[in-house]
């Protein structure tokens, strides 16, 4: 599945499927945005799995950001979804959840889950605005620095009303 998105002030984006020989990138962007970030064997196990793994590239083929979703019955589980840092503050993160949300659709998903940091307060008010809300607390999900532990924040989104109305930035 191939998206574009486009604007006056920018050249086109794509999104395109991850493969193994993307990795590479996805990794160096991976650790660049994470303290803790997945490593190569969650990407290729996700992989592996047959998730929905897609990646948003410019005109140059030069991954700007990715998103790994884990099919289920009517739902899909949001694993990871991250925008190069030196890309952040730009609406790619939008255009990845709009393009998720159509993902979801095409897999007949009606709801999408997510955990997400308490500390990441940018990321919980992206989501909040795009439709999400909370829907409980997973403790001690995340690794944390000096060996403790994060809890999460579950959001969740009903699909059958996700971003209507929103502009499709990626079609």
Same mark, same amino acid.
């Given at each position: 599945?191939?998206?574009?998105?486009?604007?006056a002030?920018?050249?086109?984006?794509?999104?395109?499927?991850?493969t193994?020989?993307?990795?590479?990138?996805?990794?160096?962007?991976?650790?660049?945005?994470?303290?803790?970030?997945?490593s190569?064997?969650?990407f290729?196990?996700?992989l592996?799995?047959?998730?929905?793994?897609?990646?948003?590239c410019?005109?140059h083929?030069?991954?700007?950001?990715?998103?790994?979703?884990l099919p289920? =019955? /009517?739902?899909m589980h949001?694993?990871?979804?991250?925008?190069?840092? @030196?890309?952040?503050?730009?609406? !790619? +993160?939008?255009?990845?959840?709009?393009?998720?949300?159509r993902?979801?659709?095409?897999?007949?998903?009606?709801?999408?889950?997510?955990?997400?940091r308490?500390?990441?307060?940018?990321?919980?008010?992206? =989501? /909040?605005?795009?439709?999400f809300?909370?829907?409980?607390v997973?403790? @001690?999900?995340?690794?944390?620095? !000096? +060996?403790?532990?994060e809890?999460a924040?579950?959001?969740?989104?009903?699909?059958?009303?996700?971003?209507?109305?929103?502009?499709?930035?990626?079609?």
């Amino acid at each position: 599945m191939s998206a574009v998105l486009s604007s006056a002030d920018r050249a086109p984006l794509r999104m395109v499927p991850m493969t193994q020989h993307s990795l590479d990138a996805v990794l160096k962007i991976e650790q660049t945005a994470y303290a803790f970030p997945w490593s190569a064997g969650n990407f290729i196990d996700s992989l592996a799995a047959s998730h929905v793994c897609q990646l948003l590239c410019d005109a140059h083929g030069r991954v700007l950001g990715y998103f790994v979703v884990l099919p289920g =019955y /009517e739902e899909m589980h949001l694993l990871n979804i991250t925008v190069t840092p @030196g890309e952040q503050g730009r609406g !790619l +993160g939008r255009g990845l959840l709009e393009a998720l949300v159509r993902t979801c659709r095409s897999w007949a998903a009606r709801q999408l889950w997510l955990e997400v940091r308490p500390s990441n307060q940018r990321a919980m008010r992206m =989501y /909040e605005r795009f439709g999400f809300e909370a829907k409980g607390v997973r403790r @001690g999900y995340y690794p944390a620095a !000096l +060996g403790k532990r994060e809890d999460a924040i579950v959001m969740s989104l009903k699909i059958d009303a996700a971003a209507e109305g929103a502009s499709d930035a990626l079609e």
